[in-house]
Structure formats: C-alpha cells, structure tokens
T-cell receptor, first 116, second 115 residues
Framework: GAVVSQHPSWVICKSGTSVKIECRSLDFQATTMFWYRQFPKQSLMLMATSNEGSKATYEQGVEKDKFLINHASLTLSTLTVTSAHPEDSSFYIC????????????FGPGTRLTVT | GENVEQHPSTLSVQEGDSAVIKCTYS??????FPWYKQELGKRPQLIIDIRSNVGEKKDQRIAVTLNKTAKHFSLHITETQPEDSAVYFCAASIVLGQAGTALIFGKGTTLSVSS
C-alpha cells in the first residue's frame, strides 16, 4: 500500500517552454502533497505543500508564478515549471500523506528535468 | 523556522561494523522524526521513524533514539552490509498551520560499507 507515482520520469525541454509533472497517489487519498527539488548530491529541499482544493503554500524563495502547483483531487497534484531555464534542471520529487498513512510521507520516483 | 543539522556528511565502515548518524533540530514543536534511505537516482524510502512520545525504537538491525530535551536524534545500524550503502536523510516535522505538517530534511549522510 501507499504507492505514489510520478510522470514523466524524465523530460528534456528547451529554454522558455513549460513542463508539467504529475504526482498521483495510487491506493490512498492524499490530503496533502509535497513537492521537493533535489540537486545532485544534495538534500531534498521543500518547495511547496498543497492540500486538496486549496492554494499551495510555498517555501521562502520559491517563485509561485514560476512553479505552479495544482492539487485538484485527492489523488493528483501537478507541478508546472513555467518558462523553464537551464538553472531549473533538477530532480523533482513529490510525496503524499494523509490521515490514513499516519502522516508519514510516501515519495514518488522523481522526475529528472533537463532544460537545454 | 526549523533547522535540521546532520552529521557526518560521509561515513565509511567495514562490513559488520556499526554505523551511527546524528541529527539535531531547532523547533521544539517537532514531534515526528523519520529516517530515509535513498539510493542513487531513486526515491527516498522510509526505513524507520520515531515520534516524540518515544525515546527509542528498533527494527531488526536499525534503531533510532530521540532526546527531546537536547533536540537530537540518531540512527544506529548494526552489522552493516554492503547493501546498506546509500545516502541517509533525517527529517523533522514542522507545522504549517492550516496546511498541515511538512518535513524538513537534513543534508544527508553518504554511507559506504566495504566488504
């Protein structure tokens, strides 16, 4: 149980374009989803927290207009990187939790984004 | 806000030895402390966690201890095996108000177990 999927697993896009990443909880209802960014050999940096049906809460320093987060249902959250630049290249990982999982976070497999 | 410090950043041990990774946190309101193992290019996997009403928890070769007064918690791996080699992250919970709770991660420890 507590499986989280992420799509796509990797994506290459040109500078200036937008990329959407999906995060799905497959076997539980995720009241809260989290988006992290991880640079090579570094830790997970929390970007934002989203609750179903409400606006995401962004961490300090994260541009909400650049990283659009939508949590439209209890099983799906999306992260859209708008007007991507090479410095946005990173590993993006989502996680999901709910009262059913005792607030433990279960991570998706991650999305490797490369902006050329 | 919450700050989680993790030490050491790298740890090399011989197979069969024990490994200890330590973390400190700053927010006294934190009450949930998970440990994750991440292999290269893969998702973090929860290996053990502890809540603030418990001082120690053990699961086979892995144990975690928590000292709430001192605001530190540690991961202990006994009888290490080469497959324990990975990056380990500690984390501490923070309250986001109506948004619920989130985790703040330490910088990670790269554990290498040589046979």
């Amino acid at each position: 149980g507590a499986v989280v999927s992420q799509h796509p697993s990797w994506v290459i896009c040109k500078s200036g374009t937008s990329v959407k990443i999906e995060c799905r909880s497959l076997d539980f209802q995720a009241t809260t989803m989290f988006w992290y960014r991880q640079f090579p050999k570094q830790s997970l940096m929390l970007m934002a927290t989203s609750n179903e049906g409400s606006k995401a809460t962004y961490e300090q320093g994260v541009e909400k207009d650049k990283f659009l987060i939508n949590h439209a249902s209890l099983t799906l959250s999306t992260l859209t990187v708008t007007s991507a630049h090479p410095e946005d290249s990173s590993f993006y990982i989502c996680s999901a939790s709910s009262s059913d999982t005792s607030y433990e976070q279960y991570f998706g497999p991650g999305t490797r984004l490369t902006v050329t | 806000g919450e700050n989680v410090e993790q030490h050491p950043s790298t740890l090399s041990v011989q197979e069969g030895d024990s490994a200890v990774i330590k973390c400190t946190y700053s927010d006294s309101a934190s009450n949930y402390f998970p440990w994750y193992k991440q292999e290269l290019g893969k998702r973090p996997q929860l290996i053990i966690d502890i809540r603030s009403n418990v001082g120690e928890k053990k699961d086979q070769r892995i144990a975690v201890t928590l000292n709430k007064t001192a605001k530190h918690f540690s991961l202990h791996i006994t009888e290490t095996q080469p497959e324990d080699s990975a990056v380990y992250f500690c984390a501490a919970s923070i309250v986001l108000g109506q948004a619920g709770t989130a985790l703040i991660f330490g910088k990670g420890t790269t554990l290498s177990v040589s046979s």
